[in-house]
């Protein structure tokens, strides 16, 4: 069988994005070509960034099963593709994967009829097990067999089955092959790629679906990480990034992985998401010492009540706390925060830029509250205080220019303009002069 999976364009310029292999993709690769099937991939923000470039790969290649990944913010155009696709070659299976499908599956079916098959959790074997079954034309009976899918039946109701066996040790699934990529594209935008090295997050925050995907973090061993850098390094990377949702989560782990790094000699430069709890001191000198520039922290809030509330398990003086400590080691700190968040107003927003101004990171990031599909806040808005006058938000592109929730304390609007005001005044030169003098009050009540 002859599998093309599909990265999808972008209605924004996609060049102002972190542009990087699907690496999904490369993971199912390895079980797709180990059973005998041809794989292919279809870049199309490298190939006019537009729906329509999907069609040319399909009439080259003529595809059997066609894959895409589907995930919040770019489901949207998730769905463009395969609506498209449906107009011209209605026979050829449609099949998507990842966390938005995974937790509302009867949702997405119902709803759209140029969706297929979805692939639920961790995919790799779910999908080699559904290829496989539409080469030999299973019947909707054999298809209920497969662990990890959802389809719709020769009666058109939705059967989702149950979820495929955890696999603890992630190498089992091996490096994901990079040779289906066209990666000289990649080269040419960017000397940094990515790597994931673990899957899960121990942390229980009710606003991310990851911890919907399960809270056993598992991971790679250090050796395989490793070869997997120097891959990387060896196809012309010289930079990386960690994209795993908490790359120290395990802090022997981390430093082993170190460890290893300047036992080969390996020289390069690379950041990681990292939770605060997770920043202690042997990890980031460990960190350091291996060519770690900077991490990327979700702070959230600093506001003790909402920190509660989406249970991020940690408090404003520890969140400040460990900045200082992460930039003690002279790594440089990426902080994120979410604003409009339950609880958040024009009084606590103002303390949060003080609080900025005081930990003083490289980088911060501003986004409003997104209830993805599946978690606590998406089920129970009310809970949080939040208004989501649109649960299927995820299926436009409103989301783009508008807060997909907002508060009674903060309308859509207030939200956007705090945002907006927020980058403004982080990217002024002027921004760690402000009211410098009050700073000191301020800064005694965090430390």
Not at 245 to 261: A, L, P, Q, V, Y
Not at 351 to 367: G, K, L, S, W, Y
Request: aromatic content about 12%; overall charge negative.
């Amino acid at each position: 069988m002859k599998v093309l999976f599909v990265n999808p364009h972008y209605s924004f310029d996609p060049f102002t994005l972190l542009l990087h292999p699907p690496l999904a993709f490369g993971y199912l690769s390895n079980f797709l070509k180990k059973d005998g099937h041809e794989v292919y991939h279809a870049d199309l923000p490298f190939h006019g960034n537009r729906p329509e470039a999907v069609l040319s790969f399909i009439e080259t290649i003529q595809p059997d099963v066609i894959g895409l990944t589907a995930v919040a913010q770019s489901f949207y155009h998730t769905l463009e593709i395969t609506t498209l696709i449906k107009q011209h070659y209605p026979a050829i299976p449609i099949v998507a994967g990842g966390p938005l499908v995974t937790f509302v599956p009867e949702d997405v079916l119902t709803r759209h009829p140029s969706l297929d098959y979805l692939i639920l959790y961790d995919g790799e074997e779910s999908f080699v097990a559904l290829v496989n079954a539409l080469q030999a034309r299973a019947t909707s009976q054999q298809m209920k067999s497969i662990p990890g899918i959802a389809f719709r039946d020769s009666h058109g109701s939705v059967i989702v089955t149950p979820p495929a066996p955890t696999v603890s040790d992630l190498d089992y699934y091996g490096i994901p092959d990079r040779s289906i990529f066209e990666l000289k594209n990649y080269l040419a935008y960017d000397y940094e790629t990515v790597l994931v090295t673990s899957r899960g997050c121990p942390s229980r925050c009710t606003f991310c679906s990851t911890t919907l995907m399960g809270r056993n973090f598992r991971y790679n061993s250090p050796k395989h990480v490793c070869d997997e850098i120097e891959q990387v390094l060896n196809m012309g990377f010289s930079s990386i990034f960690f994209g795993d949702d908490t790359f120290s989560g395990n802090s022997k782990r981390t430093i082993d992985i170190c460890t290893e790094i300047n036992a080969r000699s390996l020289k390069f430069n690379w950041t990681s998401n990292m939770r605060a709890i997770d920043a202690k001191p042997d990890v980031l000198e460990a960190m350091r010492g291996a060519g770690a520039y900077r991490v990327f922290v979700g702070f959230e809030s600093i506001q003790n009540s909402t920190l509660k509330l989406i249970k991020k398990g940690t408090t404003p003086e520890r969140l400040f706390q460990k900045a200082n400590l992460i930039k003690s080691y002279d790594i440089e700190l990426h902080s994120a925060f979410i604003i409009g968040a339950p609880g958040d107003s024009d009084v606590s927003l103002r303390e949060t830029m003080d609080f900025i101004r005081i930990i003083n990171p490289t980088v911060a990031t501003f986004n409003c509250m997104e209830p993805r599909p599946g978690t606590d806040v998406y089920n129970h808005p009310e809970r949080y205080g939040l208004i989501m006058p649109d649960k299927y938000w995820y299926e436009k592109l409103d989301w783009m220019e508008e807060p997909v929730s907002y508060t009674a304390d903060l309308s859509r609007s207030e939200i956007k303009q705090w945002i907006n005001r927020c980058y403004d005044e982080f990217c002024s030169p002027t921004f760690l002069d402000t009211h410098t003098n009050d700073l000191e009050m301020v800064k005694a009540a965090w430390a």
